[in-house]
């Protein structure tokens, strides 16, 4: 059984996008545990970002280097509201506004990342856990 306050701590993760609720809690189904923990939720979270890590890479790599920074920044982030700050430019080695605008351009229009009402999110939640792992 799921205890509600995970379902809850799972829920304001993926901020209640179902696709990943879904997902995650399919793969939850599939392995049956005796007992849900947030430990258990973790590690099936992982096993999917795993599964999946391929696709990541392979479109992760036919990026430019500035779309793969700016990707990696905001996936480390998870949310980013000033994308063109000194202190996100400086945090992340930026040389300029122009080359993330132009990044950035790219990745929305290709889906990389959208933006919320709170900022610049990467779209693929699963990819922006990948992305925080990355070097």
């Keep these: 059984m799921l205890p509600q306050e995970i379902f809850h701590q799972l829920y304001e993760r993926f901020e209640g996008h179902t696709w990943y609720l879904q997902n995650d809690l399919n793969h939850l189904y599939e392995q049956r545990p005796a007992q849900v923990s947030l430990d258990v939720i973790n590690e099936c979270i992982a096993e999917i970002v795993l599964s999946e890590s391929d696709d990541y890479k392979r479109h992760y790599n036919l990026l430019t280097s500035n779309q793969q920074q700016l990707l990696r920044a905001v996936g480390i982030e998870k ?49 922006g856990l990948w992305l925080m792992n990355q070097a």
Excluded: P
Aim: aromatic share 18%; charged share 20%.
């Design 79 to 127: 949310c980013v509201q000033s994308i063109n700050s000194g202190e996100f430019l400086l945090r992340y080695g930026f040389k300029s506004t122009s080359s993330i605008n132009k990044a950035l351009s790219y990745l929305l229009d290709k889906e990389y990342v959208y933006r919320s009402d709170n900022g610049y999110i990467v779209y693929d939640r699963f990819m």
